[in-house]
């Protein structure tokens, strides 16, 4: 035990509120709870919104889409990965009762017959063979006392892993809920990406009506048509990949709900709009809402599991206490089984000590402190990748933001210059190419809008996402 506290000391962990330190060289680092609370805020970065840390676990109901909440709903019950991470929680469990069965002797039984032959001709020529047979019944009983704690460091090592289990859980259902919500909403885009170029398809093939009649008519030269022609045809080159991004949609989703195509709700092939609702999440305490998320849980997690491996390997230098003891009887009648003479016991107090082994138990115990020193290390690295994708999210978030706003108005300019030079056009005021120019201008600033109104609400699920989820520690 001295041992332990004095390891402990030179790696400096402190799993104490969060906070983890680890010390190399007498340099320390710590992580989370000091450094990380005074120098980042989230808030800051959204203008110096600052509310409450209660974020919703069930965040993606704020975009208030019913058809959303159904696809998460079935896919929290049927994924595949959600369910094997279920089932590993029940695996930790087992292991756990398994470990704990240590502290209780393993008692047995045995009841068997047996008959024996000797040779007669082992004391000499002329002896006769010796034959015998009997009954006999033996109760056995083992145990090893968890003097030392050996038994005590295992089971604490198997509480652990099912924290860590439970962990991963909730991180599989923070991934799938994301990943459900950012196909859905890509799903969406596509399908009004193509509403758009099948609209825009419908309004240049009036356009290139009118050029051939008034090529037929002698107004204009050929060069309208062909150039009213590529336009037209142009946009509807486009239709069949929007179409395959939409079948490969629906197939991605299928997948994330543990389905077909074929047995995806009906109505998600209705005329599903992108959600105008951005809402704004509630930051709190920086420290607060990045303990909630799964992963950090599991990382801290992992360096209890980490810790306790390193006690099992340490004790493995103390000795260890175990108690045989059996009953039984013997006899060649079995009516005489259960007669005084008969029975036979035997009591084997044994302490046991490895005095040497070659080394192998100073190669586990630093096997196991290496464990533990990268459990630290992932554990940082965890923290500072939590905070690179929450300001990712928020900076992406404020940019789609600025540019939905900016690009609306050019795509509302870009409609009016549609319109006025196609008038122009009639009147005979101006050439073809202004036309073709202001329609696909106007094509592709809308496309970018809806692109960018996709792109805001899937930054939105990423933060949501780096947020942990909205679970709670």
């Given at each position: 035990m001295t041992h332990f506290s004095s390891l402990k000391q030179v790696f400096g962990i402190a799993l104490l509120c969060g906070t983890v330190l680890i010390a190399k060289g007498g340099e320390s680092r710590d992580y989370l709870r000091s450094?990380?609370?005074?120098?980042?805020?989230?808030?800051?970065?959204?203008?110096?919104?600052?509310?409450?840390?209660?974020?919703?676990?069930?965040?993606?109901?704020?975009?208030?889409?019913?058809?959303?909440?159904?696809?998460?709903a079935i896919g929290e019950r049927n994924n595949y990965d959600v369910a094997i991470a279920a089932r590993r929680i029940d695996i930790s469990r087992q292991a756990l009762r398994q470990t704990e069965s240590a502290y209780y002797p393993q008692i047995g039984i045995s009841l068997g017959w047996q008959?024996?032959?000797q040779s007669g001709r082992l004391a000499g020529r002329s002896g006769l063979p010796v034959t015998s047979s009997y009954f006999s019944g033996t109760a056995n009983m083992s145990w090893e006392v968890d003097v030392f704690g050996k038994i005590r460091a295992q089971a604490k090592r198997g509480k652990a892993q099912i924290k860590v289990s439970a962990a991963e859980y909730d991180g599989a259902l923070v991934a799938l809920d994301a990943e459900i919500a950012s196909t859905y909403i890509n799903l969406l885009v596509y399908r009004t990406q193509l509403a758009v170029a099948i609209n825009h398809s419908e309004n240049q093939k009036h356009i290139l009506d009118i050029t051939e009649t008034r090529h037929r008519t002698g107004l204009v030269s050929k060069l309208d048509v062909a150039q009213a022609s590529t336009l037209y045809y142009s946009t509807i080159a486009s239709i069949p990949l929007l179409e395959a991004s939409i079948e490969a949609s629906y197939n991605s989703l299928a997948v994330l709900l543990g389905t077909t195509k074929d047995n995806l709700p009906e109505g998600l092939y209705a005329d599903c709009v992108l959600p105008d609702h951005y809402p704004m999440p509630a930051l709190g305490a920086p420290i607060d809402l990045l303990r909630r998320r799964p992963d950090i849980v599991a990382a801290e997690r992992s360096i209890e599991v980490a810790v306790a491996s390193l006690g099992i390997a340490r004790s493995a230098y103390l000795p260890s206490l175990s108690i045989a003891a059996s009953a039984?009887?013997?006899a060649h009648s079995f009516g005489d089984l259960f007669s005084g003479p008969s029975f036979s016991y035997s009591i084997a107090p044994t302490l046991s000590w490895t005095l040497f082994d070659g080394l192998s138990r100073r190669a586990a115990t630093l096997e196991a402190r290496q464990e533990l020193e990268n459990e630290v290390e992932n554990y940082n690295l965890t923290v500072i990748t939590a905070i690179e994708e929450v300001r990712t999210a928020i900076a992406r978030y404020k940019a789609t933001q600025e540019y939905i706003s900016r690009t609306a108005k050019v795509v509302e300019n870009s409609e009016e210059a549609v319109r006025l030079s196609l008038d122009q056009y009639k009147q005979g005021l101006t050439g073809f190419y202004n036309v073709a120019e202001a329609q696909l201008n106007y094509l592709t600033y809308q496309n970018s809008l809806v692109s960018a109104r996709g792109n805001a609400l899937t930054a939105l699920i990423d933060l949501y996402k780096a947020l942990g989820g909205g679970y709670s520690l």
């Open positions: 450094n990380l609370a005074s120098s980042w805020n989230p808030g800051d970065e959204f203008g110096g919104v600052q509310s409450s840390c209660d974020l919703n676990r069930q965040w993606w109901s704020t975009f208030e889409d019913p058809m959303l909440d159904s696809l998460i008959r024996d032959r039984g009887t013997e």
